[in-house]
């Protein structure tokens, strides 16, 4: 299999997409100890998202999916197992206010990266002299 369709596999998205979650997961739940200001993880999600949809497009969505997943998820094991954490209250509503305003995030950012993509194919596409 050639390098370029194993980057574009759907195993390297969800691989890329675990990796990028569990990175910011791991900022959101040790960095100073876990005291992270939330704009931080906010803004590592969009840069992680808006990278998937410009490289992948519209075949971005696993890597999306798993990238969003992992911070929601960090802090239900946390709950799950009764650790301490960072999420006040720690409670299940809070769990799932913070999944759907990640989700939002990741759409957002998703949705810039294949805008992008689509403006920088546009462009390339008018320089190259094709219209």
């Known amino acids: 299999?050639?390098?370029?369709?194993?980057?574009?596999?759907?195993?390297?998205?969800?691989?890329?997409g675990l990796l990028a979650g569990a990175a910011i997961a791991a900022v959101d739940n040790m960095a100073f100890g876990?005291?992270?200001s939330p704009f931080v993880i906010v803004a590592m999600?969009?840069?992680?998202?808006?990278?998937?949809?410009?490289f992948w497009g519209s075949h971005a969505w696993a890597a999306v999916l798993f990238t969003w997943a992992c911070l929601p998820s960090?802090?239900?094991?946390?709950?799950?197992?009764?650790?301490?954490d960072t999420l006040h209250p720690n409670t299940y509503a809070s769990i799932l206010k913070l999944a759907a305003?990640?989700?939002?995030?990741?759409?957002?950012?998703?949705?810039?990266?294949?805008?992008?993509?689509?403006?920088?194919s546009t462009a390339e596409h008018r320089t190259s002299g094709k219209a």
Do not use: I, N, Q
Request: charged share 10%.
């Open 101 to 120: 305003f990640t989700l939002a995030v990741a759409t957002v950012g998703t949705a810039g990266g294949v805008l992008l993509r689509v403006l920088m």
């Open 1 to 16: 299999m050639p390098l370029e369709d194993l980057a574009h596999s759907f195993l390297a998205r969800v691989f890329a």
């Open 74 to 84: 960090a802090h239900l094991v946390k709950h799950l197992l009764g650790l301490p």
């Open 34 to 36: 876990g005291e992270v």
């Open 45 to 54: 999600l969009l840069a992680a998202t808006c990278f998937a949809g410009t």
